[in-house]
């Protein structure tokens, strides 16, 4: 189970910090994932890290913005967000998938973020 919080309302050029807990009794070989869904939009790849060796991924889109990173302790993913840009603006899933697999198995509710221009 995963369980995503810290979505809200910003301002352009501000920032926000998403978090993930996965209930999962190991993540080893698991990939943690944050995509993104916009009105109208599918949803699309933001940024990815695979559990045990923490090696991240991002998406073009936000290179240089957003970082990845979890808390192996507390079986917690995050994502930091920076620069804020109002085509940011989505509800933001976690999602998990095995290192093998091409696609996310299990996804959370999702929490919306919003960036005002």
């Known amino acids: 189970q995963l369980v995503e919080s810290g979505g809200g309302l910003v301002h352009s050029g501000g920032s926000l910090r998403l978090s993930c807990a996965a209930s999962?009794?190991?993540?080893?070989?698991?990939?943690l994932g944050w995509l993104r869904q916009a009105p109208g939009k599918e949803r699309v790849f933001v940024a990815a890290?695979?559990?045990?060796?923490?090696?991240?991924s991002y998406a073009d889109s936000v290179k240089g913005r957003f970082t990845i990173s979890r808390d192996k302790t507390k079986k917690m993913v995050y994502l930091q967000m920076d620069s804020l840009k109002p085509e940011d603006t989505a509800i933001y899933y976690c999602?998990?998938?095995?290192?093998?697999?091409?696609?996310?198995?299990?996804w959370g509710q999702g929490t919306q973020v919003t960036v005002s221009s």
């Open positions: 999602a998990v998938k095995l290192r093998t697999n091409k696609s996310y198995n299990s």
């Open positions: 999962a009794r190991t993540l080893t070989n698991y990939v």
């Open positions: 890290i695979l559990w045990s060796e923490g090696i991240t």
